[in-house]
């Protein structure tokens, strides 16, 4: 498993539980999320899509965030 935060102390906080066969890494994934295409065959969300549609700045368009992550994340899906 791979988990992207914008926090660095949440990433933190993945790092030391008890799941050590996975890798975490910071990434907006408003932004796209960082992946070679069909890397990975399903993907989960718990607690991250929500604060896509929530503005942080006021440069954000959060409809356009949310169009660039599922973009992105469908890319990185292999589907057989």
Aim: with cysteine; hydrophobic share 45%; proline share 4%.
């Amino acid at each position: 498993w791979v988990g992207f935060d914008v926090s660095r102390s949440m990433l933190e906080l993945a790092r030391g539980s008890r799941l050590k066969s996975g890798d975490v890494a910071e990434a907006d994934i408003g932004q796209g999320v960082p992946l070679r295409a069909g890397v990975f065959d399903g993907a989960i969300s718990i607690s991250a899509v929500q604060w896509l549609c929530v503005k942080q700045t006021p440069n954000q368009n959060p409809a356009k965030r949310l169009k660039i992550f599922f973009k992105s994340l469908r890319k990185c899906l292999a589907f057989d």
